[in-house]
């Protein structure tokens, strides 16, 4: 259990300068394949509603799964607010698949091999040679990269502007979706 703690404190600690975007700023558009090879862009889904956006670091973590089997749960009311969600990782597209169907997922998990959209919203960082040594990125992610987004949720309005945001370098917290939740019912009443 101690070398669990010490991975993941060297984790943490390589992110620690990671901030993402801010409340109020101008969430970037972006195109990404789904799990099925589509294309799926931002502003086209914006039309329809709030979308909800988790950046998270691939199916090859547990707590990354865990995570998005929470928001399955709670998939329901997210829409009944007229919101969607989107979940990236820079993974590729049968990656996103095969999270997709273990988890058994109903919105769409999107693969930014290149890492822009990663790297647009602030989240990019390299967790250090000792990382590396314990596990290759270089295998999981689509492009051969060494780096990892900081797990990250961002609520989005339909005019593009975030407006909550979670970006957190402990990649074991979340934002919990009765926070996403409380955010669509402010929203819903005019609060933001």
Not at 19 to 47: C, H, M, W, Y
Not at 124 to 140: A, C, I, N, S
Request: charged share 25%; glycine share 6%; proline share 6%.
């Amino acid at each position: 259990m101690e070398h669990l703690k010490d991975f993941q404190k060297l984790v943490v600690n390589s992110a620690m300068h990671i901030k993402g975007l801010a409340v109020g700023d101008t969430a970037p558009d972006f195109i990404l394949p789904n799990a099925l090879g589509e294309q799926i862009t931002l502003s086209e889904r914006l039309k329809s509603g709030i979308v909800i956006l988790k950046f998270y670091r691939g199916e090859w973590c547990p707590i990354c799964n865990l995570d998005l089997r929470e928001i399955q749960k709670h998939l329901p009311e997210i829409k009944s607010y007229g919101s969607e969600v989107l979940a990236i990782s820079p993974q590729k597209p049968d990656d996103a698949l095969t999270i997709t169907e273990k988890n058994e997922l109903g919105f769409e998990v999107l693969s930014d091999v290149t890492q822009e959209v990663i790297k647009a919203y602030n989240l990019q960082f390299d967790p250090g040679e000792d990382y590396h040594k314990r596990r290759d990125l270089t295998l999981l992610n689509g492009d051969g990269s060494k780096t990892l987004p900081v797990p990250a949720t961002f609520i989005i309005d339909t005019n593009r502007k975030i407006v909550a945001r979670h970006v957190e370098p402990d990649y074991t917290q979340r934002m919990e979706p009765f926070q996403i939740l409380k955010v669509l019912e402010a929203i819903r009443n005019n609060f933001y």
